[in-house]
């Protein structure tokens, strides 16, 4: 109860991150025609202050939720999620992505692994 109230704006947005962001789509480099979200069900990050949680719902309203801290610097988001599910069907658990694109309400970030290169698509949402 308390995570869900104490969620406010905090001294200002933290780098144009504070609030929710939906995630578009995933790209990968190696399978170019696949996707890691499931027709149906939408993901979506919360910035807060340091704090991050990752979110999905599917048709039926089920869903999950995985906390943790983000924190950016020199162009790149740091995550670390200790939560509830298996995040790592979007993102590892702990991971550092490239901010290609942040303008608006518009963002692009880049994965870099030794397997593939995931590029995320995220809608800013009102």
């Known amino acids: 109860m308390i995570a869900a109230t104490s969620c406010t704006h905090n001294d200002g947005d933290p780098n144009g991150w504070y609030g929710t962001w939906h995630i578009d789509k995933i790209e990968s480099a190696n399978y170019p025609n696949s996707t890691s979200i499931p027709d149906g069900v939408d993901y979506y ?51 550092k992505l490239e901010i290609v694109k942040h303008e608006g309400n518009k963002a692009e970030l880049k994965h870099v692994d030794d397997y593939d290169v995931m590029t995320y698509y995220l809608t800013r949402q009102p």
């Open 45 to 95: 990050l919360q910035f807060q202050s340091s704090v991050v949680c990752l979110r999905y719902t599917d048709v039926i309203h089920d869903g999950g939720e995985s906390y943790g801290t983000w924190s950016e610097e020199n162009g790149i988001i740091h995550f670390e999620f200790n939560g509830n599910f298996d995040v790592s069907t979007i993102f590892p658990q702990i991971c």
